[in-house]
């Protein structure tokens, strides 16, 4: 081994100087775009829409059967926030990093000049405004069956358009929470991630969210139907209801805050993570 | 061209039956399964969970064993011996584990030999597609069999464990292992077939388990929400879980099982039978359309 | 032996005096788990093509991976320009990276894989896209391009690795086992357009356990096994130590030991050994013993079923380099 000198600058046509490494936000943008250009063409790009669209033909078919109104929302409004809101983000997420380590394709893009953490964020920002959209829609369109379906009518459908609101709020804080909490599990378990993601939610949504306890506070669905105001959550507390432990109540704007923390302290970690990791796909 | 003999020599020793080679497959998807650190969690925690269980049952015995005749039905004290059914359908029970077990060993069977072009290595001898199927589908029954049937048998010799003469009537009680064992080979098979069928349909593990949990919580939570609405039991018919419970409910003749609207139990095993052999059916049609290519 | 070993001693080899080295390995170890995949490595490559050649589990391509900042090394210096690679994204601007696996984008076509990786590289779209164009033109898939790369041959998958690795011409360009999987006409192409990119002054490191095909690229080889450099130099120095290098052939044959008394008598043989139906004969001049043998045969009247050297691989010559240099460690103390 000779003592090292000099760097040398090679001759010839990669002699110049390389273009300026893209910015981060360009790098996301990048990403972003390739992510979805990709989700347009898999075979599994109907996946969403279809779950999306079986709340709305819930509601039509209990329509049929002569349930409506507000009570018939409520419900099926239980299921955007119990399975889709947690479900899709997590099946569009969890697998973000772990795909491409199944797949070897980080080779491609863990040996460009732009930060790694642009990759799981670019995934991130590629799904995460589709399924907010999807789902809203989805929300809206349920909302107006129920609400526009005789008896009811336009005017219980405009009375009960704050309903409608914070229905959305929910949507609109939860997907990302949700999203970004699966891509946190999925880079920090990148085998089997939705196993570990769905794991997590049956551990804390489906065990802790559901005891009369303070730990309801850490299950993301017991935020969303606080925001919502849908479900045990909507109803007065009964007089037999035990006091203290089993009475935990946040106002909606505290739930709104968790959601957002939990997505910012989730991509940050997302961030840290990817950036120092080694993914060893083979030898 | 000339072809030259060099003296190759056929094996012209003893062979296994064709009819058996399944087992080959079954040992590796099992061994290959179990391997994985997940696997092993979901494996851990479900005997935990069970002992736990059965750590329940010896209370209940005890309490019942102390209060005086006729009164365990005013303290509502369950049946001890329907604990190893309820431990089986009841989601407070195994299901979770035995779920997350179909969904590790049997989500990810078949789309891995697909994604890892591994199909060349069993079609390319002598080992037919039907062969390969029913070692697939054993393996990952009996990985979740390993937590449901185990969890289920733990209950039953707890319970056997705990017999007193006189006061425990026999047949129940010699009829309890068969019940249990019957009622967790269901769950096990209803959990692995739609596992492996999933599998099958596409080489991403993710979307294969992500399909897996959209087939087992949608019908459920769906069907949850409607028979609420609705005070009816049938929007449950397609939760494979109420199924359990209803089938479950029969078997171990505890009402308590199905809810505040029980499903009838017939109907409830007919779609469970039709899942697990639409789930073989698919399967088989996706091998036999498979070609062993590369890349 | 080493040419470069020599350059060690006494200053850089003819062609490459006055480049200073682009890639410098200080005693890098990398494990993978208990598996020691580079042991202690220390080397300096410069400008100009540079084959890296060694058996399978070799550590080529971990070695390849420590370099575009994939891995870590666990100890040691490895360095890109005089800089760090780990924790460096900003200096990959300047490298192209083939990898070794065919794994790849299925969805999307050839040209938009590398147009967006281009981008990646800090280009704007549309020179990206230009680039992405030209690069494509260079390994001949432009009639391919609009096609999704799931429809790809082992061997489009190949040449469109390489487009992506070269398209924003990179200073370094590192190639795992390119020629793998391509047909003779894809392998001509790409053995042209490394040979081109290393007379432009591009620093090329390329990988292969196939001797020939590094032969035909480059005359700068780096020998790897079990993740250390077992000889570095000039390839026909390395060829002449192999033409040294005591060859072994096995003849099998229905009477191996009326053939054997032929051959002892020739001078090219230098000893013979004798098995039940066939002989093992060693030699200096492999060129000259193999019409030798069933010359002699013939004339003895000896049918010869099958004629093979255990040594005509690319291990036996490691394992005679390892030996070799166990020798003269050993000579030398």
């Known amino acids: 081994m000779s003592a090292a000198t000099a760097p040398v600058q090679p001759a010839g046509p990669a002699s110049g100087r390389p273009p300026e490494p893209p910015g981060a936000l360009r790098a996301v943008a990048i990403l972003r775009r390739l992510t979805r250009l990709r989700r347009r063409r898999a075979a599994s790009r109907w996946i969403a829409p279809a779950l999306a669209a079986l709340p709305v033909l819930a509601t039509g078919l209990l329509a049929l059967t002569g349930r409506w109104g507000r009570d018939l929302f409520d419900h099926i409004l239980e299921f955007h926030l119990r399975f889709l809101v947690l479900f899709l983000p997590a099946l569009a997420l969890a697998d973000a990093v772990a795909e491409e380590i199944e797949q070897q394709t980080f080779t491609f893009l863990f040996t460009r000049p732009a930060p790694r953490w642009s990759l799981p964020i670019g995934k991130y920002l590629a799904s995460v405004p589709s399924l907010v959209g999807l789902l809203s829609a989805s929300v809206a369109v349920s909302f107006a069956i129920a609400l526009l379906v005789p008896p009811a009518g336009p005017r219980e459908l405009w009375n009960e358009l704050p309903a409608l609101g914070r229905a959305l709020a929910a949507v609109v804080l939860g997907v990302p929470a949700v999203g970004a909490l699966a891509l946190l599990l999925g880079t920090w378990f990148p085998r089997h991630p939705l196993v570990v993601v769905l794991g997590f939610f049956f551990l804390v949504e489906g065990v802790l969210g559901s005891l009369p306890l303070l730990t309801v506070l850490l299950a993301l669905g017991w935020h969303l139907r606080n925001i919502a105001q849908v479900g045990a959550l909507a109803e007065p507390p009964a007089a037999t209801d035990l006091p203290a432990l089993t009475t935990v109540s946040l106002p909606p704007l505290g739930s709104a805050a968790v959601l957002l923390g939990v997505t910012l302290l989730a991509l940050v970690g997302v961030c840290w993570t990817v950036r120092s990791a080694e993914y060893r796909a083979g030898r | ?295 | 032996m080493s040419r470069r070993r020599a350059a060690s001693a006494a200053g850089p080899s003819p062609e490459r005096q006055g480049a200073s080295p682009v890639i410098v390995a200080e005693g890098v170890s990398c494990w993978y788990g208990p598996v020691m995949a580079v042991n202690e490595l220390s080397v300096t490559i410069g400008p100009g093509i540079t084959g890296l050649l060694g058996p399978n589990g070799a550590g080529k391509s971990t070695f390849m991976k420590l370099l575009v900042g994939q891995l870590r090394p666990a100890r040691g210096r490895l360095t890109l320009f005089g800089e760090t690679v780990w924790g460096h994204p900003a200096l990959l601007g300047r490298v192209g990276y083939a990898p070794e696996h065919e794994s790849n984008y299925d969805e999307i076509t050839g040209l938009e894989f590398v147009a967006a990786l281009t981008e990646l590289q800090g280009f704007s779209p549309e020179e990206a896209g230009e680039r992405a164009r030209a690069a494509i033109a260079r390994v001949d898939l432009t009639a391919a391009q609009d096609r999704r790369i799931g429809e790809y041959s082992k061997g489009m998958r190949q040449r469109i690795k390489l487009a992506q690795a070269m398209a924003h011409e990179p200073a370094v360009l590192i190639l795992d086992e390119p020629l793998s999987g391509c047909d003779p006409l894809a392998k001509n192409r790409i053995l042209g357009l490394i040979r081109e990119l290393g007379a432009a002054g591009t620093t090329v490191l390329v990988s292969s356990h196939v001797l020939h095909e590094i032969e035909a690229m480059t005359s700068e080889i780096l020998m790897m096994d079990k993740g250390r450099i077992l000889a570095e130099g000039n390839i026909y120095e390395i060829r002449d130590l192999i033409d040294r290098h005591p060859h072994r052939i096995r003849v099998v044959c229905d009477r191996p030991r009326a053939l054997a008394a032929a051959l002892v008598r020739e001078e090219a043989v230098t000893s013979v050994q004798v098995e039940a139906e066939a002989l093992v004969l060693e030699t200096r001049r492999p060129d000259e013993c193999y019409p030798l043998v069933p010359r002699v045969a013939r004339a003895e009247g000896v049918h010869i079923r099958a004629l093979t050297s255990p040594d005509n691989n690319l291990q036996a010559v490691f394992r005679y380099l390892t030996e070799e240099r166990a020798r003269r460690a050993q000579g030398a103390s």
């Open chain 2, 1 to 295: 061209m000339s072809i030259r003999d060099q003296g190759y020599q056929p094996y012209r020793g003893p062979r296994t039956s064709a009819t058996t080679r399944w087992g080959v497959v079954l040992r590796h998807t099992l061994r290959m399964g179990l391997r994985q650190p997940w696997a092993i969690v979901a494996l851990s925690l479900g005997g935990v969970w069970a002992m736990g269980w059965a750590v329940a049952l010896y209370l209940s015995m005890r309490l019942i064993a102390s209060t005086p005749p006729g009164a365990g039905n005013e303290l509502a004290i369950p049946d001890p011996a329907a604990l190893a059914g309820t431990i089986l359908v009841r989601w407070y029970g195994v299901p979770v584990f035995a779920f997350l077990m179909a969904m590790l060993v049997g989500g990810s069977t078949i789309a891995d030999d697909r994604r890892q072009n591994a199909f060349s290595f069993y079609f390319a001898r002598s080992l037919g597609r039907d062969q390969y199927l029913i070692g697939k589908l054993a393996a990952t029954t009996l990985a979740v069999a390993l937590i449901s049937v185990g969890a289920s048998m733990l209950l039953v010799l707890s319970r056997l464990s705990l017999y007193r003469a006189g006061s425990d009537a026999v047949l129940p009680l010699v009829l309890l292992p068969v019940r249990a064992l019957a009622l967790g080979l269901l769950e096990s098979l209803a959990l692995a077939a739609p596992a492996v069928a999933l599998s099958s349909l596409s080489p991403r593990r993710g979307l294969v388990q992500g399909g897996m949990a959209a087939l087992f919580f949608l019908p459920a939570l769906l069907g949850a929400i409607a028979t609420s609405l609705t005070r009816n039991p049938w929007p449950q018919l397609l939760s494979p879980m109420a199924q359990l419970e209803a089938v479950g409910a029969r078997l171990f003749g505890d009402a308590s099982f199905a809810g505040e609207y029980p499903l009838p139990w017939l109907p409830a095993l007919g779609v469970l039978g039709v899942t697990i052999v639409g789930s073989v059916a698919l399967v088989r049609w996706r091998l036999a359309a498979t070609e062993v290519v590369a890349g």
